[in-house]
């Protein structure tokens, strides 16, 4: 990347919509603008136009006047980048969009690489690489908490948790460092248990930041969801229920779910990615040929899905198709659907039933999912199970798998020191070569230390116009 091009590139998604927008940035951003716009006013011009104002006019390609054109100006340093930006908006759809994209290369701006504006943003100085990523994390996010989550990171509530962290085992790793290094000085000493406690507190830290990370790539990205039960449980009726409408066919014949329907529905805050089987029972030699390749997918999703629900018919009761379903189920994140509770009057049948399933499941809920009312009790049941409901969208949290990689080194490092001092009786200066890889990785983590391949790494899921 050179700073010293000024580069542009669609900023909205392709395809039909009301407008376009096309940003520019760079040294020469409003030079190349000039070029091709032209306000509406004649006495007004590109060069003289003050940051966060706006001028109407129209665009220029090879002489031809072509489309209405609202610019918007911004200044460098006050900038999404740091450096002299022109947004252009037209018309949406792409042909307009295109054109004036064609008119800006000709008057020399280079397209702009994926998330090259965010990157120029970061090597102006104008945000953080955990910002940075926060950025791709709104842009990506699959619901509203998790675009708030991504936007608490994106104030740099994650970077400041890091700071902090950092702060405390800098200045005890100083100590220690003048400590052992300058023996004849007056340096206090460092008690043993101060040190432990010390290093305890910031390992506490980032346990937390780790272990609410899970609850929030689901927040942000949703959990992939496995529909499963042998035919005519319901399974179709409840992928409806979550949908909202007759997505799968429903009928009484049994297995017509041959395939594995993908879809995406919110079920409150968490995005699931549906995945109906084609109705998990053994299919024997004679068996159908496309419904068992059906029924391989299936079990293959199993092992991958984030959650399992697993449904079963109330009214028929449990046979050993359904043992061998909660068999299948026993150790993931699963939940027991006891269905068709509408056609049970006996209580303890169903009771019964539930403490069958119990001991497979993390979950058993009986419901009936011809009826809305039993969404609320199942969204409750997935959000404590995966325990986004605990998730605070203000806090910070870490946001892609990379900040995750860190922490998780840098609470390895802490471990260790901690182990140094309480079990293996170590003197002090081992705990401090593991601080200096817990601060070292905590260096990676916010982007100070960060090397080319991290922020390669980083900006290699951003999109053109980011
Ligand atoms: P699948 O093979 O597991 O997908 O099962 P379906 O969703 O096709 O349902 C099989 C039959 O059970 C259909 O006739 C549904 O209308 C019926 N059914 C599903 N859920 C319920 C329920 O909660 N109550 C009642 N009474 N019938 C249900």
Not at 8 to 18: H, I, N
Not at 266 to 291: H, P, Q, S, Y
Not at 297 to 321: M, Q
Not at 390 to 415: E, I, N
Request: aromatic residues 4%.
């Amino acid at each position: 990347m050179q700073l010293s091009t000024t580069v542009c590139a669609l900023a909205t998604p392709p395809g039909e919509g009301g407008i376009a927008v096309i940003r520019v940035s760079g040294p020469d951003a409003y030079a190349i603008v000039e070029k091709v716009f032209v306000p509406i006013h004649q006495n007004k011009k590109v060069a003289d136009a003050k940051g966060y104002t706006a001028l109407f006019g129209h665009f220029v390609l090879r002489g031809q006047t072509m489309d209405e054109t609202v610019a918007l100006f911004y200044r460098a340093p006050h900038s999404y980048t740091g450096e002299d930006v022109i947004e252009l908006s037209v018309h949406g759809g792409t042909v307009m969009a295109d054109s004036l994209l064609e008119a800006l290369y000709l008057a020399g701006a280079v397209p702009a690489a994926p998330g090259e504006f965010t990157r120029r943003a970061l090597v102006n100085g104008r945000i953080s690489l955990t910002q940075a990523e926060a950025v791709m994390e709104i842009i990506s996010a699959g619901g509203r908490q998790g675009a708030a989550l991504a936007s608490a990171a994106l104030d740099g509530a994650l970077a400041k948790k890091i700071a902090g962290i950092q702060a405390t085992l800098q200045s005890l790793y100083a100590h220690l460092a003048a400590w052992i290094d300058y023996p004849e000085e007056d340096v206090p000493e460092l008690l043993p248990d101060e040190l432990t406690m010390t290093l305890e507190e910031a390992k506490g830290e980032l346990d937390k930041l780790i272990a609410g990370y899970g609850a929030g790539a689901i927040l942000r990205h949703g959990v992939d969801c496995v529909l499963c039960g042998r035919p005519n449980v319901g399974k179709s009726t409840l992928l409806n229920l979550l949908a909202g409408f007759e997505r799968a066919i429903v009928t009484p014949v049994a297995g017509t779910t041959r395939d594995v329907v993908e879809q995406a529905v919110m079920l409150g805050d968490v995005r699931l990615n549906l995945f109906d089987t084609a109705g998990v029972r053994d299919v024997g030699e004679k068996g159908d040929a496309i419904e068992a390749e059906g029924i391989r997918r299936s079990w293959k999703k199993l092992d991958e899905a984030g959650l399992v629900l697993a449904v079963f018919d109330a009214d028929a009761g449990l046979g050993p198709d359904d043992l061998s379903v909660a068999e299948k189920c026993q150790g993931r994140p699963a939940i027991a659907i006891l269905n068709k509770q509408d056609l049970v009057a006996d209580d303890d049948r169903l009771r019964t039933m539930e403490e069958t399933l119990a001991p497979y499941f993390k979950k058993v809920l009986c419901l009936s999912a011809k009826d809305s009312a039993s969404l609320p009790k199942l969204s409750a049941a997935v959000s404590d199970l995966l325990g986004t409901g605990q998730v605070d969208t203000g806090a910070a949290a870490l946001c892609s798998a990379r900040q995750l990689r860190a922490a998780t080194a840098a609470r390895d490092a802490l471990a260790q020191a901690i182990r140094s001092q309480q079990e293996e009786g170590l003197g002090p200066d081992a705990a401090g070569v593991c601080m200096a890889d817990a601060l070292a990785a905590l260096a990676e983590l916010t982007g100070e230390d960060a090397t080319e391949a991290t922020i390669d790494e980083v900006f290699s899921t951003f999109c053109v116009g980011k």
